[in-house]
């Protein structure tokens, strides 16, 4: 197996000093910086992610497929039926067909990452996901010369689904990367979070998790994925292209036309509760940037 990420912390690694000393650092205004007094994992951690709290991280949704309001998805993803599930992969792959998820998850390694999640409404929230690489699916799809990118469809069920009762975009839910950013062992496709199988309103029973990029990126509940030449249409970007590029890297220095990028609110923390700085890339610049350089990101947004 090629280069793998290496996890920041695992929850396991986080225990309640880290934490003490984590809340420290944020309240001292220091979120971001390194725990110099961590011994074996202070050489490959930025710093210590303290994730959000399950409640957060399951009743604030977006998931407008079951509404627009952020509970909503909490209130009305329970109906939604996750078994059987299957995901289509075709286009340009070697082994195109419908996967059933079961045997998908067979042949995959499921590991837990701690990532910050950054929507581009500007709140963010640090989530503790369990799941593979989207890599190592589509090396088993086999990624044919002239890929060039990856499109992404939500399953599109009206019966269950009543948000998509309103135009509020064409729906299915669509979104694409590039190959490279497919690749990259950051790009995870997720199965559950805190240890447990994701909840509907979190996308079950699959989905995608771009941390560099704004959360509406991260598409869930899956049901086909393409290899296409062309860049794919997505549907934030179909809806409002001068408001959401393709790219939607997180970028302090490139603001949203309706508010500024350069701060955001982290969830929970009650009374502690502050404006951060955005991070580059979502603090992901090391692992990243290299797949944009010589790219004007103001042009691609
Ligand atoms: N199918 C689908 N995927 C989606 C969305 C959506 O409305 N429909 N919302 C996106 C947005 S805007 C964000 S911020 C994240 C939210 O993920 P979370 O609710 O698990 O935090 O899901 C993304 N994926
Ligand atoms: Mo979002």
Redesign the pocket.
Known sequence: MAYRWKNDLTTADVTPEDLFWNRRKILAGLAGAGLSGMAGTAAQAQETLTPNTWEE?TNY?????FGTRKTD?ADNAGQLTTTPWSVTIDGLVDNPGDYALGDILSEMTIEERIYR?R??EAWSMVVPWNGFELADLLNLAGVQDGAKYVSFE?LYRPAEMPGTAYPVLDWP?REGLRLDEAMNPLTLMATGIFGKPLPN???APLRLVVPWKY??K????IVKITLTEEQPDTSWNMANGREYGFYSNVNPNVDHPRWSQASERLLGGGIFAQRQPTLMFNGYEKEVAHMYDGMDLRKFY
Do not use: A, D, L
Request: overall charge neutral; proline content about 5%.
């Open positions: 991280v949704c977006n998931f407008y497929e998805p999640f929507c581009v939500t839910y309103q979190n996308g959360g509406f991260s598409i869930k509940s």
